[in-house]
T-cell receptor, first 111, second 116 residues
Framework: DVKVTQSSRYLVKRTGEKVFLECVQD?????MFWYRQDPGLGLRLIYF???????EKGDIPEGYSVSREKKERFSLILESASTNQTSMYLC??????????FGPGTRLTVT | AQTVTQSQPEMSVQEAETVTLSCTYD???????LFWYKQPPSRQMILVIR??????QNATENRFSVNFQKAAKSFSLKISDSQLGDTAMYFC?????????????FGAGTRLTVKP
């Protein structure tokens, strides 16, 4: 079974803090993704990576950055958290053209 | 750009009955993939069913089946003999062939409640 894990299920941070969200997959997938899930908006792609040290912007990259130093690990970084980044963050991985496998999500609250 | 529309934000169904969730999409592509994902409350999103656009036969997975109408760009999900465990958010997703996974697009979701 493919396993995608995320470092935290719930996180509360203050405005202006630097926030790290980590994602690890155990299936040697090439592609990894970070999505943001908001009610009524579905899933929106923030960034994705198709190889180590490679990344591409998704639809809503502003305010976020990513890091992929090892194939199995993909980190999402909020350089200076703001209240409008309060959301559910989902990580996923895949080998195209198969379906994406999702992590359990991190519910981030920025106060 | 491809868009995916789920016009039913919320639906409910009685246990053991059948329910159909709607999904339409907009694309100029001829080859693509369509997916239905399920996200149970506080649990991980998982794949329910997948359809390749070049296949005319509708995909089925046990109690789950799709009605894929390529010309109408419609991809509905039918759940037969609904069970309490089917209560979840359901997302329809589109991925174009050859585009890489960055081209997967999701609908806004339908919250399904199965009532006992």
């Amino acid at each position: 079974d493919v396993k995608v894990t995320q470092s935290s299920r719930y996180l509360v941070k203050r405005t202006g803090e630097k926030v790290f969200l980590e994602c690890v997959q155990d299936m040697d997938h090439e592609n990894m993704f970070w999505y943001r899930q908001d009610p009524g908006l579905g899933l929106r792609l923030i960034y994705f990576s198709y190889d180590v040290k490679m990344k591409e912007k998704g639809d809503i990259p502003e305010g976020y950055s990513v890091s992929r130093e090892k194939k199995e690990r993909f980190s999402l970084i909020l350089e200076s958290a703001s209240t409008n980044q309060t959301s559910m963050y989902l990580c996923a991985s895949t080998d195209y053209p198969n379906e994406q496998y999702f992590g359990p999500g991190t519910r981030l609250t920025v106060t | 750009a491809q868009t995916v529309t789920q016009s039913q934000p919320e639906m409910s169904v009685q246990e053991a009955e059948t329910v159909t969730l709607s999904c339409t999409y907009d694309t100029s592509e001829n080859n693509y993939y369509l997916f239905w994902y399920k996200q149970p409350p506080s649990r991980q999103m998982i794949l329910v069913i997948r359809q390749e656009a070049y296949k005319q036969q509708n995909a089925t997975e046990n109690r789950f089946s799709v009605n894929f109408q390529k010309a109408a760009k419609s991809f509905s999900l039918k759940i037969s003999d609904s069970q309490l465990g089917d209560t979840a958010m359901y997302f329809c997703a589109f991925m174009k062939h050859g585009g890489g996974n960055n081209d997967m697009r999701f609908g806004a979701g339908t919250r399904l409640t199965v009532k006992p």
